[in-house]
C-alpha cells in the first residue's frame, strides 16, 4: 500500500510518518506540500535524520493515483474542504484528520469556525471516524473525516452512559485538560515556554469548535441539548484528560458502570477500561492508542464522574487515522499501533 | 510582634519563614519542633542560607508566652486538635494551616478525614479564616482554622453567586488542578519526578476531604446541597486553578456576574476579578497572595463558568494565613504581603 | 527617587517592575516605550493587575530630567548605544542591562555581536557593573554596564582563583546551564513549550558573545588566554548553572577553596558560599539574588570543579541592576532586595 | 526466542518489557522476581493494561533452562554478581543492565562502588556490551555487562577521537546533564517533583561511578590519565547529553572531525553523525535507541567539542541490551528497535 501525507511538517503529519514509517502494510510513504516542495523532513525535523526521505512534493491531480493508494491529510481548516473532492476523483481514499468534514450542519460549522464550510455533497460523502462506534460505515468509506482529539476522549466515555439513557442528557459537564502539542508547531505566547511551565491555563471559554461536533455525535442516540464542554492548557506536550460530570438518570452502582463499559467495549483493542476504584493516568497512555476510562458512580450527588485519557497525536489523531485506514483496508485493526505505552 | 511555628519544614511552614521574615511588623520568628529540636532550617533548605536561624526548639507551654505572641500551625492533621487548646491558655493567638478545626460538625469531619475529630469546645472557639468573608469576626479571633487551599479558591468564586441566588445550589461541579506542592514534602510515587512530568492525573474522586469543607461554608447562606469537587494533579509546583459550572437560577448576562463580582470584592485587595473576556492562569498569582476570578454567562448551556486561581501555598495556605495574622493585630492587610507575582 | 524603565515590556524590564514597585527608595517608576506609546502595562501582563501604572510613553529628552532621575534600559541590542549618550547629557543616571557597553573593545563587540558598536567616548564612561568587585567605581558612577546573564555566575566563581593564582588560565571550560527565560518573551521554535519540555539543548557552539565579556573581564588580573564557554537550554524558565573546570596551577585543598571564597566574599551580602562537600541548585536562589557557589578540588584529576547558580533574571539581569543602582546612590546595597528564594 | 528479566518492576526492566513485546523474535517474556513474586506487573503498572501478563515468579534454577533462553538483569547492584554465575551454568545467556561486570579492576570497582565486587573468574567472562564497538565479541558472548547510560553517550563521541589520537588524553572534560529516569523508580528529595522542576542540580561531584568505566574503556587504546567526568539532573525523565571538551593533540578542522566521525559510524544503525554546524537535542533521540554525535572544532581554544545525546532508558539501556541481544543471536542488529523517536 502506498500513502500519502499532506502536512507532514505539522504535528500529527509527524506522527503520521512515525505510526506509518514501520507499519507492516504500507510500502512507500509520500510527503506534499504546496509551499514547502523541494524541502526534505529529516533537515526540518532532526530526529528523523539517517531514514531515507523523498523531498516533499507538489500534489499533481492527474499523476496521483499512480503514486499513492491513500491521502492522509493533517491540515489547517479550509485545505480538505478544498482538496478532498479532487483527490477522491482521481481514484484515492482520503483520511481526513481536520474539522472541515466533521459537521454536517453547514451552519453549525460556520458559526464555530468563523469561516466557510465546505461543499454539501462532499460532508456528506465522509464518515466520522470515531473507530469503535461507526466500524460498518468505516469499512466501506472512501472519506474519513477523524474525529478531533476532544470529541474523541469524551465520546468514548458518554456513548455507553447515553447510549443506555443512564445520565440526563442537559447535565453532562465536560471538563477537559490538554497538553501542548494540540495546539501545533506554530510558536505562541500561548505556548513560550517561559509562560507556559509552571502554568495552567483556561481558554476558549464555552466557546471551542469541538463542543458542537462532539454534541452531533451524541444526537445521534436521540436530541442532545446543549453541554459544556470547557479545554484547558496543562503544561506538559501530549496527553489529554477529559473529567465528565453528570446526573444519573436512573439509579446506578459502580458495578453496573463497570458492565456498561466492559461490554461498549468487549472487542475494542484500544478502549481500556479502569477497575473499580482505579483511574487513568495520560500518561499510561502516552504514546499509544489506548483510550483509558475510568469511572465512578457518586451517590451523594447523584452524579457519574468518568476520567477519560488518550494521548492526544495517538488515538486523537494519528493514531486513530491510523486505525480508521486499517478498518478501511481490511488490515488487522492493530497494525502499526501495537506500540506499548513509553513509561516513565 | 514574635511568632512562633510549628511545622516549619513542610512547605507552608516554609512559606510562613518566607513571608514573615520581610513583615514589618514581625520581628523575631520562632521555629517549633518536637521531633527535629536542635537542627537549624538552613541546614535543611539550603536556600535559607545566608540567613541568622535560631535552631528548632521544643515547646514549653510555661515559657512559650515570653517567647512569642502568636504561632502558626503548619501540621499535619491531628496536631492542632492536640495543641491549639493548650497554646490559647498560655495566652497566646494561635492560626492553624491544617484541616483539624475548619468543619463544625464532628461527625463529617470523621467520615471525610477517617481519624477522631478536635474537641467541641476548641472547635467552637475557632474562626474560618476566609479573611474576604470573615473579617470582622477574624479581627476579634484568638483561634484561627485557615482555610484549605481547594476551599479558599473555589468559595470566593462561589459565594457572591451563592449570595445573590444567582445558581442552582444542587447544580454546582467544581473541577480544580493542583499543582505537586499541596501535596508536601513527603516523596511518593504520586508526586515522583519521572511519573509526574508529562502526566495529568486525577485523585480521591468523589472523596476529597475539602468537600464538606466547601459545603460548610456555602451553607452559611442557606442549605447547600451535595455538590461536586473534584481535584487533579498538574505537572507543576504551584497554583491551583477551580474551574466551577453551575446553572444559572435566573436570568443573567456577563454584565451582571461583572457587578456582582465587583461589588462583593471591591474593599478586598487581593482578589482580582477579570474583565469581561479574559481569564487568570495559575501563573499570573504565582508567589503571591492574589486570587483572580475570570467568569462567562454561557447563554446556549445556562451555565455560569467561573475560573479562579490561586498560589496554592500563598493565598492557599501561608499567605492567607498572615492576611489573618494582619487582621488580627490591626496591621495594614496587606503588611508582608505586598509583592508582585513573580512572572515569568 | 523617581526611575524610568525602556524595555518595560521585556523579561528583564518586568523584573525590575517588580523589585522597584516595593524598592523602599523609589517613589515613581515611569515607563518609556516608542513602539508601545499609550499601552498600559498591565493590559499587557495580567499579573501586574490591580495596581496603578501609568501608560508606557515615549521618551522626550526635553522632559525627562524632570521626570526621573534614573534611566534602566533592558533593551535589544543597538538601544542602549543610541540612547544612553542623550540620557546622560540630560541629566540623568543610566544603568544598562544590555550588552552594549560592556566590551571596551570595539572590534571584539563587532566580531562576536555581528553589529557595529556604540561610540567609544560612550564606552569609556561605562563602568562594568559586577557589584561585588566593582563596588568602588559603581559608586561614582553614572552610567553602567550591567554584566550579562552567564558572565555573573561564572565570573563570582573564577575571579577569586584567578586573583590568587591558583589555576592555569588556558584550562578554563565553562559548561553552562540556563531556564528559557533568559531567550526572552518572543516565542521562537526554539523555545516553543512542544519542543522545549523534555528536552536538553546545547546551543551557539563555541561563538557565545558572552565568552569576550569573561574573557575581558579575567584579563583584569592578567592577560586571559581564550576560554571556553558554552551554554546550554534547560527545560525550565528561570535559573543559571555553570559548571566550571579548570587545572589548579598550585598544590590545593578544599580547604583552601573554603578560605579563598569565603574571604574573597565576607562582606558581599549576595554571595554564599556553600560549606565543603555540598553544592547548590538553582531553586536555590529562585527569585532571588543570590548567587551560590560550591567547589570542590579533585585530586585525581588536578582539577578544580565550581558549580555557580544564580536566578538569570534577578543576579543575572534586574537584580544586579538595582544592587548597583543601590550602590550609586548610597542606599543600602540590599535595598529592595531582601526577597528570601521561593521555595519550592 | 523465549526471554526473562529479573527487576522487571524497575523502569530499565519496563523498557526491556516494551521492547521485547514486540520484538519479532521473541515468542514469550517471563518476569522473575523474588521479593514481588506472585504479583502481576499491569497491577503495578497501568500502562501495561490489557495485555496478558503471567505473575512475577521466583527463579527455580532447576527449571530456568526449560523455560527460557536469555535473562536480562535489570537489577542493583548485586544482584548479578550473585546470579550471573548460576544462571549461566544453568545453560542461559545473560545480559547484564547493572554496573557489577563492567570494571575488570575488582579494586576499582570496590572503591568507587564502596561494595565487595564480584568474583574475578565471573568478571572475565564479561563481555562489555558497546555494541558499536565490541561487536564481533559481542556476537559469541554468552555473557555481556551492559555500559552505562553515561559511559554510553561518553564513549560513543570520544573513542574515535583517541583511536586517531586527535586529542590530548589529560585533557577531557565530560559534563553531563541526564534527566531524572536514570535515577530509578523509588521516590527521593533529589527526584521529588516540588523539589526537581524548575531546578537543575549537580550531583555525586568528581565521583561518579561512572568515571572509571568510561576511563577503562578509553584505556584500550592507550594509557588513559584521570579524566573529568561530572553528571548534572535536569528537569525532565528521559534523555542525556554528554558535553565532552578537549584539547586537539594535532592540527584538527571541523572537516576532518566529521570524516574522522563518518567513517568511524558508516555501518552502525544507532549511531547519526550531525552535519557541520548542526547540534544534537536530547529530544531527537526519545524514544528510541539512537545516539546523536554533534561536534565543533574551536580554533580559538584548540579544543574540540562535542555533544552527544542518548534516551538514557534505550541506548542508555534496554535498547543497547536488546541490540547486544541480536548481535549475540545472530539477528538483524535493529529488530525489535526500529521505534522512530517520538516527536514532540
Known amino acids: 500500500m502506498e500513502v500519502g501525507i499532506i502536512g507532514a511538517t505539522g504535528y500529527s503529519g509527524l506522527e503520521l510518518i512515525r505510526l506509518l514509517k514501520n507499519h507492516p502494510q504500507v510500502t512507500n510513504i509520500m510527503l506534499y506540500s504546496s509551499s514547502q516542495s523541494g524541502e526534505t523532513i529529516n533537515r526540518l525535523y532532526p530526529h528523523l535524520q539517517n531514514e531515507q526521505w523523498k523531498p516533499l512534493k507538489e500534489i499533481d491531480l492527474n499523476k496521483i493515483s499512480a503514486e499513492i493508494d491513500v491521502m492522509f491529510l493533517a491540515t489547517p481548516p479550509g485545505v480538505s474542504a478544498e482538496w478532498s473532492g479532487p483527490l477522491l476523483e482521481a481514484g484515492l481514499s482520503v483520511i481526513d484528520l481536520s474539522g472541515d468534514l466533521r459537521l454536517t450542519d453547514r451552519g453549525v460549522y460556520e458559526k464555530w469556525y468563523k469561516r466557510p464550510s465546505a461543499k454539501e455533497g462532499l460532508i456528506e460523502q465522509a464518515i466520522y471516524g470515531l473507530s469503535e462506534w461507526n466500524k460498518s460505515t468505516i469499512k466501506t468509506a472512501k472519506l474519513i473525516a477523524n474525529p478531533g482529539c476532544f470529541p474523541t476522549a469524551a465520546l468514548l466515555a458518554l456513548i455507553p452512559l447515553i447510549q443506555a439513557g443512564a445520565i440526563e442528557r442537559d447535565s453532562i459537564v465536560i471538563d477537559a485538560k490538554s497538553g501542548t502539542s494540540g495546539a501545533g508547531k506554530s510558536p505562541t505566547s500561548m505556548t513560550h515556554f517561559s509562560e507556559t511551565n509552571e502554568n495552567f491555563k483556561i481558554y476558549q471559554v464555552a466557546s471551542h469548535k469541538h463542543t458542537p461536533e462532539i454534541e452531533q455525535q451524541l444526537a445521534k442516540w436521540g ?87 488518550i494521548d492526544n497525536l495517538m488515538k486523537g489523531a494519528a493514531g486513530q487515522a491510523v486505525q480508521n485506514f486499517n478498518l478501511m483496508h481490511g488490515f488487522d485493526e492493530t497494525a502499526g499501533l501495537e506500540a506499548v505505552p513509553m513509561y516513565p
Not at 459502580?254 to 495520560?282: H, M, Q
Not at 502516552?286 to 476510562?293: K, P, W
Open 223 to 309: 436530541a442532545q441539548p446543549p453541554l459544556s464542554f470547557q479545554p484547558h492548557l496543562a503544561p506538559m506536550v501530549r496527553g489529554i484528560m477529559a473529567t465528565i460530570y453528570a446526573k444519573a438518570a436512573k439509579p446506578l452502582s459502580n458495578e453496573w458502570l463497570t458492565d456498561c463499559y466492559n461490554s461498549a467495549y468487549e472487542n475494542a483493542p484500544f478502549v481500556r477500561i479502569k477497575e473499580n476504584g482505579t483511574f487513568p493516568a495520560t500518561k499510561h497512555v502516552f504514546g499509544s492508542n489506548y483510550c483509558d476510562i475510568g469511572f465512578c458512580y457518586d451517590e451523594r450527588t447523584g452524579r457519574v464522574i468518568v476520567a477519560s485519557v
